[in-house]
């Protein structure tokens, strides 16, 4: 079943159908209507990395120590609360990750929040999205254990403290950091899809103040899941990381 096209994915499917197609085929895709391969989650996702682009363009030369203006301010405000959390959930070299929370924060909010205005929607409804959120927090963790301790360190910290217990909890540790990747990929698509059509019902219900509370309870559920998606990945890499004593 066609799914209704948004107006960006229609200016995509009218104007650049061949580039969508050729891009799937590099990676042996294809599409269930060739003369309409762009999809909304993907069109949304470039039209919100289009945003990032150009408020960070723009916001940069204005950057200023003196008199910081509102949007700068606010940043400022995501970053150290960012560093300071990172500060709290990971015991060795905070600071050398507060980038990457950085990146990951501020995507996953943008993608949620544009869902708030209308004829938009948020990317995160659809699976592949915070799957692949997910896929990137899983190979970036796992990258900074073995950084951190060695492939060897890594691989021993999956056996837990005692070597007794070791061929049990090796098992048990390797299929819970499998499964981290998919509890990620839920929590954010289930609230966000779940979030996106209660506004959507009420919309078609009232034009006044009901779609107003959830469009503000839409706002707060964005945040919220930016944050704990991020929170959970601080606490992997603390995990990865951290040397037993």
């Not at 682009?53 to 949007?71: C, E, Q, T, W, Y």
Request: aromatic content about 14%; some cysteine.
């Amino acid at each position: 079943m066609q799914e209704h096209e948004l107006w960006i994915t229609r200016l995509f499917n009218d104007y650049l159908a061949g580039l969508g197609s050729g891009i799937l085929g590099i990676f042996g895709i294809h599409a269930e209507n060739p003369a309409r391969p762009w999809v909304n989650f993907v069109t949304m996702e470039i039209l919100v990395a289009l945003i990032i682009i150009i408020l960070f363009a723009l916001l940069r030369p204005r950057l200023s120590m003196d008199k910081p203006g509102n949007v700068q301010q606010f940043f400022e405000m995501i970053y150290e609360f960012l560093r300071d959390q990172a500060k709290e959930s990971i015991d060795h070299h905070p600071r050398r990750y507060v980038p990457f929370f950085g990146t990951l924060f501020i995507f996953i909010l943008f993608f949620n929040l544009i869902g708030v205005i209308p004829a938009h929607e948020s990317p995160t409804m659809y699976p592949s999205v915070p799957a692949g959120c997910a896929i990137a927090t899983f190979l970036y963790f796992n990258a900074q254990g073995i950084r951190e301790k060695g492939v060897g360190g890594y691989l021993k910290s999956f056996a837990g403290p005692s070597p007794i217990m070791a061929p049990l909890m090796f098992p048990i540790e390797i299929v819970s950091t499998l499964a981290r990747p998919l509890s990620l990929t839920i929590r954010l698509y289930a609230n966000m899809l779940a979030g996106e059509k209660v506004t959507v019902v009420f919309l078609g219900l009232t034009y006044l103040i009901a779609p107003a509370v959830f469009m503000g309870l839409h706002v707060f559920v964005s945040f919220l899941q930016a944050y704990v998606f991020t929170l959970l990945t601080m606490i992997y890499i603390n995990g990865a990381t951290s040397h037993e004593h």
